[in-house]
């Protein structure tokens, strides 16, 4: 029991820290793209869309946490979504994958976490689909998990993710403004060389391109050279992927998690369209998709006309055509790229794993390159 306290105490304290004394790159006056953000700048824009974290900070070495994503509020196994799968690097394990290339949709919520904890996270996404009412049968769930490696400031080794933390995650997710930073699945995460996190931003077309909203949501773990609206941060801070063959410092490798999610009705082929588009804002980031880096991105539709019952014999949908596409894609890429940079600006430095620190992102530096580019 004192342990469930003690765990609960740190999850309400990792929470605090992800939100105290940040603003976004936007709130810090420098919004970047053409389209306007939805009301919360998130991925929760999108109608019905919620977002649940489990953040685990324990003594020196344990920093790490799950974020579930609900993409609907109904029983998402008996009404699922449309949904893609887009891999721009392989290094990773995204559970799940085959069958939502094969069948062209999601039937859980999407679930990030650690390297290690993905077998717990499946079983934790597959325990609350069995127990949704309606669902007494089912004898077969497709749970899917993504990660990226916190081993450096978290004990990864211990998979202290249990399944339960998951499906609390999934059960505390609501609407409205979204944790960033050091916060869920984004607890113990670096990106750039900087400590990373979850990172979330959306955009709403005009009305004259449909007025449908693009929401992102991202788990950084990944290097590169860091570009911010243009700036090139990291090679200004001398802080950058393979700078140890111009002077010495270390190399950073990692991984990346992007999960778009729109209500415009797209099916599975124009999601997989989107979701290569996403992998264009990581690169607006400097990211480079790296041999060790694990960087997927899942796509997902929720307009309501196109939900599919587990049920129906025949199916039949309302889908956006392809010309009506390009607006998407540049909401994509810049509600991508943006939740990239949030994910670092609303991030804390940590100290973790045998005394590692990772600082944040030095912001009022950043901010003075971008006042005088």
């Not at 979330?200 to 449909?210: A, E, F, I, N």
């Amino acid at each position: 029991m004192r342990q469930h306290i003690l765990i609960a105490a740190c999850v309400l304290l990792g929470v605090a820290a992800a939100t105290a004394q940040h603003k976004t790159l936007r709130e810090w006056g420098f919004p970047t793209g053409i389209f306007e953000t939805g009301k919360c700048n998130a991925i929760t824009d999108v109608p019905g869309v919620t977002v649940g974290h489990k953040t685990l900070i324990v003594g020196d070495s344990i920093r790490t946490g799950v974020t579930a994503i609900v993409p609907h509020q109904g029983n998402i196994f008996r009404n699922k979504v449309p949904a893609a799968i887009y891999v721009g690097n392989g290094f990773g394990k995204l559970a799940g994958v085959t069958q939502v290339q094969e069948l062209g949709n999601i039937e859980t919520p999407v679930i990030l976490t650690n390297t290690l904890s993905v077998a717990a996270a499946i079983e934790g996404a597959v325990r609350y689909t069995l127990m949704q009412p309606g669902n007494e049968q089912v004898k077969s769930v497709n749970a899917v998990v993504g990660e990226t490696n916190d081993g450096r400031l978290n004990d990864i080794r211990g998979m202290h993710i249990t399944p339960q933390m998951v499906i609390d995650a999934i059960n505390d997710a609501h609407g409205g403004p979204v944790q960033q930073g050091n916060v869920g699945a984004g607890t113990g995460t670096i990106c750039f060389g900087f400590k990373g996190g979850i990172g979330t931003s959306s955009r709403v077309l005009p009305k004259s391109l449909g007025g449908y909203t693009v929401g992102v949501l991202v788990q950084t773990n990944y290097g590169g050279i860091l570009e911010i609206d243009g700036v090139q941060v990291g090679q200004r801070l001398q802080k950058h992927d393979f700078i140890n063959h111009v002077r010495k410092t270390e190399n950073i490798d990692g991984s990346c998690m992007m999960v778009v999610i729109t209500d415009a009705p797209l099916d599975s082929r124009n999601l997989g369209r989107v979701a290569k588009r996403a992998m264009m804002g990581m690169a607006k980031t400097g990211g480079i998709a790296s041999n060790g880096s694990g960087d997927y991105v899942i796509a997902l539709s929720v307009a309501p006309e196109n939900l599919i019952s587990d049920s129906a014999k025949t199916i039949s949908s309302t889908v956006l055509a392809n010309g009506e596409m390009s607006p998407i894609f540049a909401a994509t890429i810049e509600a991508t790229a943006e939740a990239l940079w949030n994910s670092l600006f609303m991030a804390d430095p940590m100290t973790g794993r045998n005394g590692s620190h990772i600082d944040a992102l030095p912001i009022n530096d950043v901010l003075e390159m971008l006042r005088n580019r």
